[in-house]
DNA sequence: TTATTAATGAAAACAATCTTCAACTGGTTA
DNA sequence: TAACCAGTTGAAGATTGTTTTCATTAATAA
């Protein structure tokens, strides 16, 4: 894969904030700089760039899908509803419940989807 | 609320199959029997029939958002991906997880999200 | 009966996503 | 150099999914 000018700008604006971001906020960003970026782009480098886990798809809250950046290794997310803040965290395995699971059903499970939403700190502060 | 003809076949649908759909396959099944049902009136039940958990909102996979019928009780779900079969399973708590990262983070956690996929026991047969 | 409210369906508006296709890019080869 | 080629792009339009608007209807209460 070529890493294009196109492209590089996608990760730059994902990674840039700490939050997720849908497709169109992506696009809207990107464009300021790239003022002739297509959509139609947008959407595939999103595809690429999360089939590479480069990028996360997010599915909890009201913005789904949206996309933030990807951390190393495997991880789950913790979004805040209300400033779209993402923070990843490790070290919570589900291996366990998944055999479980396993046994259960017979099913052969591939993935898994675990994400947490809520209020960060700032936002409760902001609420009161 | 009142239990409307439409809302009953809305509900009865989701809750005949073990599997999940989307809102246009709920339309379509409803509409073989209410053949001037709107497609309207399918989101706004959903709408409020997830309000009311008595269906609940998938979203691992590919057709998201797609409903299944509602389990008493908090529980999460497991599905195939090829059948659309939807396990419901109990008995597993992630509050130690969620104070852990309300202390880590300080953020008031409101809900999460737990889902597998999978291919299930005849599924995988098939694909021998 | 009348007044009131909730729910509905149709159409249109709106939004999100995908397909198609011609043009362009950078690198390779003759 | 020129011709070529796979990968990438942008524009337009098609398709699909979802929401809004509004007049009509059904149910309920006064």
């Known amino acids: 894969y070529k890493l ?9 604006t994902i ?3 700490q939050d997720h971001l849908t497709p169109i906020e992506i696009y809207e ?6 003022s002739n970026i ?23 809250g ?3 899908p949206s996309y933030t950046i990807g951390a190393e290794g495997h991880h789950h997310h913790l979004t805040c509803n209300h400033c779209g803040k993402v923070i990843d965290f490790t070290g919570y395995d589900l291996t366990n419940l998944e ?20 209020l960060c700190q700032v936002c409760q502060k902001e609420a009161t």
Chains 1, 2 share one sequence.
């Open 38 to 60: 297509g959509l139609v782009t947008i959407y595939r480098t999103l595809e690429l760039l999360a089939k590479l886990k480069l990028i996360c798809e997010l599915h909890a």
């Open 99 to 118: 055999q479980r699971l396993t046994l259960e059903t017979g099913f052969k499970i591939d993935s898994h989807l675990l994400e947490f939403t809520g």
């Open 15 to 17: 990674a840039a904030g």
């Open 29 to 34: 960003k990107v464009h300021q700089d790239h």
């Open 4 to 12: 294009t000018p196109q492209r590089r700008a996608v990760i730059r």
């Open 62 to 64: 009201n913005n789904c």
